[in-house]
C-alpha cells in the first residue's frame, strides 16, 4: 500500500473514531447533515498583499489607539519577530528564537499598568515566549523562556471570562494542549504556570479561543477541528465540530480563526489543507456549518494552502467590518500575508458581518475576585473527595490554629495554618465535620469536633488536643444515626441551656438533632432529640450559637432559617430563594457565619453552579449583600477556587495574613497544576475589601 494511500486510510479511521467519540458527548454539530465540500464556491480576492522578508509561519494584526500605528507582527522563523506596517512596508526586526505560533491580547497588566501581550513559540526550544507592544515594538518582558516539554506547533491565548485570568494554550505534534495561566511578577517579568494538560491521540496543528464564550478550538490535523471548554475550572466538555472525510474537510484539518460581529454574526473559520477551501461555522448556533469560499491573492493567483490565519473585527482602511490575516507560505513570489476583507467574505457567502467587536476591551469577571493566600496539601483520595472543614482558632498564639478536613472516601486530616498535614486519620467515609469549644468532659472544657460518617452510618466524635495538635476518638462506641446516608452535619452550642447539639441530615432531606452528652467514662455519646425534612436533598448548614438560628442550604431551592433549639419545631424562613436572585446557580452547598459581635454580621453560601460565594447579612431582613469569586494567583502559584461542597468562615485571628478571619473553602477542581482535591485559605479582609464589608478588630 502506497504512502498516501496509507495516510487517507489512516485519516479515516482517526476521523470514525472521532465520530463515535462526537457522538457519544453529544458534539458533532455536523453530523446530522454530512455532506461533501461545495462546488463552485465563491472566490473572495485579498484586499492587501504583505511581503514577508523571511518565512511566514504565523501573522497578527497588533491594535493601537492610533490607527496609523497598527501594525502586522509576522512569526518569521528563525529571523524572530518581524513588524511591517499595514501596507506591507517592513518596520523592523526582533530576536524571538525561531518564532513559529503567535497571539496577541490587550489589558494585561504588568507593574499596573494595562499592555499589549504577545506569546511566541520558540520551536528550537519548544518554548513560549512573551512580548509587550511599546512604542510599536515587541519589547521582551519574559521572565524565562517557558519549556513545554513537547514539539510545539501553535499557541493562542484566552483571557477566562468567568474569572478574568489569562491563559496561553499550546499545542503540540503528539497531541497535547497545554494550557497555562499568564502572570507578571512584581519586576514586571512575564511568566506562566501549568492550569491544565489535554490530550489528543495526534497532531494539533492550530488553536484560536473566544474571551466571549470561553471556547476553545483545536485543529487535529487528520481529524478535524475540536471544541473545548476553555475554562480550566471546568469539565473540558469536548465537541467536535466538523471532521477529515466525514465532514467537510478532505484530509486534513488546516487553520482556524474567530471573528465577532456581535449578536448573529459571530463565526468560526476554518481551512481545509488539503483544498484551500474556507468553511465559515456558526457560533451562536452550536458551530453550525454556513458556507465555505476560497481565496486569492490580489492577483487573481489561488491561495492553494492557506496557512495561520487571525480575524481582527476593528475598521481599517479600506476594511470598514476588518480583515481575515491569511499565511501563504507558498506564495509564488515568496512567503506572505493577505488581508482579506471581512465585509467581502461574509458578502460572498450572504451572511451579515455584524457590527464589529472592538477585542481590545477588557471584559471584568463577572464578580469581585479574591485570591487564597494559602491552601492545604491534596487529600490523599482521588476525584471527589475532600468535602468540609472546620476552624480552631488559637485565642493565646493565632499563628498555631488548625484546619480539619474531611477526605470523604478516606477519613479526616488535620492541618496547620500552611497547609500540611498534621494528622490523617483513616476512619471512614467521613462527609463533613464541625467543631466547639467548652465541652465538658470529665469536669473539663474540651474542644469537641464530630463528623457525619458514611461508612458506619453513624456520628464520629473526637475530641481535639490543641497542645498535642491531634484528634483523639472520643465516641462512646459506635453512635448511629439510623440514616440510610449520614451526609450535611453541623453542630451548635445553646446560650440558653450550655447544651451541645449535632445536626445531621440524610441525603434524601431527613434531618436529625442529637445532643451530646458526658457519657461519664471519658467518652460522648450522642441522644437522639429532634426530627425534621426539607423537600429535597440538603448539605451545608451553620448554626448560630448566639441567636439560636439554624440555617440549612436545600441545594436545588435556597437558604432556610428556622430555630436551632430542640424544641424549635419545623416551622422555615426563606432566607434566599435561587430562582428569585441570578447571582445564585445551584446547588447551593456550603454555609458559615462570619461574627462581628452583637448579633451582627454576615452569611456566606456556596453558590456552587457559578463558582462564587453569597454574602447575606446576619441580622435584619437578612438582604443579599453580594458575591465574590476565588480566582489564580500565578505568583503564589495557587489556582482559584471552583465547584466548592464545604466552607467555613471565622471572624477570630488566625495568624499572620489572617488576623480578621478567614473562609477556608473545598476546591472541587484543583488545578495548576491539577491534583487530587484540597481546601484554600481566603483572608476575610480580601473579602470585606472587594464587597465593601465590615471586619472585625
Request: charged share 20%.
Amino acid at each position: 500500500m502506497g504512502a498516501t494511500m496509507t495516510r487517507r486510510l489512516t485519516n479515516k479511521l482517526l476521523g470514525a473514531s472521532a465520530l463515535v467519540l462526537a457522538m457519544a458527548t453529544g458534539g458533532a454539530a455536523w453530523a446530522q447533515d454530512v455532506v461533501a465540500p461545495a462546488v463552485g464556491a465563491p472566490v473572495v480576492a485579498a484586499a492587501l498583499d504583505t511581503r514577508s522578508t523571511g518565512e511566514a509561519s504565523s501573522g497578527v494584526i497588533v491594535l493601537d489607539a492610533d490607527a496609523r500605528r497598527h501594525r502586522l507582527v509576522s512569526a518569521a522563523g528563525l529571523a524572530g519577530l518581524e513588524v511591517l506596517d499595514l501596507t506591507g512596508a517592513r518596520l523592523g526586526q526582533v530576536p524571538a528564537g525561531e518564532a513559529g505560533g503567535l497571539d496577541v491580547r490587550y489589558g494585561f497588566p504588568i507593574k499596573g499598568r494595562p499592555e499589549t501581550l504577545l506569546v511566541s513559540t520558540d520551536k528550537t526550544d519548544n518554548a513560549l515566549r512573551f512580548f509587550a507592544m511599546r512604542d510599536g515594538a515587541p519589547v521582551e518582558v519574559g521572565a524565562r523562556s517557558v519549556p513545554l516539554g513537547f514539539a510545539v506547533e501553535d499557541v493562542c491565548m484566552l483571557r477566562n471570562a468567568s474569572d478574568g485570568g489569562l491563559y496561553a494554550v499550546a499545542v503540540g505534534d503528539g497531541g497535547e494542549i497545554e494550557q497555562l495561566l499568564l502572570y507578571a511578577d512584581a519586576e514586571g517579568r512575564v511568566d506562566a504556570r501549568s492550569a491544565r494538560r489535554i490530550n489528543l491521540p495526534s497532531k494539533i496543528k492550530y488553536c484560536v479561543a473566544d474571551d466571549a464564550t470561553g471556547q476553545l478550538y483545536a485543529s487535529q490535523q487528520a481529524v478535524g477541528v475540536w471544541r473545548f471548554n476553555g475554562d480550566p475550572e471546568a469539565d473540558a466538555a469536548p465537541a467536535l465540530v466538523d471532521a477529515a472525510g466525514l465532514g467537510r474537510i478532505s484530509e486534513e484539518s488546516g487553520s482556524l480563526a474567530l471573528y465577532d460581529g456581535g449578536q448573529g454574526a459571530r463565526y468560526l473559520i476554518a481551512t481545509d489543507a488539503s483544498s484551500g477551501r474556507l468553511f465559515v461555522y456558526d457560533q451562536g448556533a452550536g458551530d453550525a456549518y454556513l458556507g465555505t469560499a476560497s481565496l486569492t491573492g490580489r492577483d487573481g493567483a489561488a491561495i492553494k494552502e492557506p496557512g495561520a490565519l487571525q480575524a481582527v473585527g476593528v475598521s481599517l482602511a479600506g476594511l470598514p467590518s476588518g480583515a481575515l490575516v491569511v499565511t501563504d507560505e507558498d506564495a509564488a513570489a515568496g512567503p506572505d500575508y493577505k488581508l482579506v476583507s471581512i465585509a467581502a467574505l461574509t458578502g460572498a457567502l450572504n451572511l451579515s458581518a455584524g457590527t464589529p467587536q472592538d477585542v481590545r476591551a477588557v471584559v471584568a469577571p463577572r464578580f469581585p475576585a479574591v485570591v487564597a493566600v494559602a491552601e492545604t496539601a491534596p487529600v490523599g483520595s482521588p476525584g471527589d473527595a475532600a468535602d468540609d472543614p472546620a476552624v480552631w482558632a488559637d485565642p493565646t498564639h493565632p499563628a498555631n490554629s488548625l484546619v480539619i478536613g474531611t477526605d470523604k472516601k478516606a477519613g479526616l486530616n488535620l492541618y496547620d495554618m500552611q497547609g500540611r498535614v498534621l494528622q490523617h486519620l483513616p476512619d471512614g467515609k467521613m462527609n463533613n465535620v464541625d467543631l466547639r469549644e467548652g465541652f465538658m468532659l470529665g469536669g473539663r472544657p474540651v474542644v469537641l469536633v464530630t463528623a457525619s460518617d458514611r461508612t458506619n452510618k453513624a456520628i464520629a466524635i473526637y475530641r481535639l488536643d490543641t497542645q498535642a495538635r491531634r484528634l483523639i476518638n472520643v465516641a462512646d462506641g459506635v453512635q448511629p444515626t439510623g440514616q440510610g446516608d449520614p451526609y450535611g452535619q453541623c453542630m451548635y452550642r445553646s446560650a440558653r441551656s450550655g447544651k451541645t447539639y449535632v445536626f445531621i441530615n440524610d441525603s434524601n432531606g431527613e434531618k436529625r438533632q442529637w445532643e451530646l452528652v458526658d457519657a461519664g467514662n471519658g467518652k460522648v455519646r450522642a441522644v437522639r432529640v429532634r426530627d425534621f425534612a426539607f423537600s429535597s436533598q440538603v448539605e451545608g448548614c451553620v448554626a448560630d450559637d448566639a441567636t439560636g438560628q439554624l440555617y440549612v442550604a436545600e441545594e436545588d431551592v435556597g437558604l432556610w432559617r428556622l430555630s436551632a433549639e430542640p424544641d424549635g419545631g419545623a416551622a422555615m424562613t426563606m432566607v434566599a430563594r435561587i430562582s428569585d436572585n441570578p447571582a445564585l446557580k445551584d446547588d447551593m452547598e456550603g454555609v458559615g457565619l462570619y461574627d462581628l459581635g452583637g448579633g451582627r454580621g454576615y452569611l456566606v453560601a456556596s453558590s456552587q453552579g457559578n463558582d462564587s460565594y453569597a454574602v447575606f447579612r446576619r441580622e435584619g431582613d437578612q438582604a443579599y449583600l453580594g458575591s465574590f469569586i476565588v480566582v489564580a494567583d500565578g505568583a503564589r502559584g495557587i489556582d482559584g477556587v471552583s465547584e466548592t461542597d464545604g466552607l467555613e468562615v471565622t471572624s477570630r485571628n488566625l495568624g499572620p495574613g489572617f488576623e480578621h478571619g478567614a473562609m477556608i473553602a473545598q476546591d472541587g477542581r484543583n488545578v495548576l497544576p491539577g491534583e487530587n482535591q484540597n481546601f484554600k485559605y481566603v483572608p476575610w479582609k480580601s473579602i470585606a475589601d472587594a464587597l465593601g464589608l465590615e471586619v472585625r478588630r
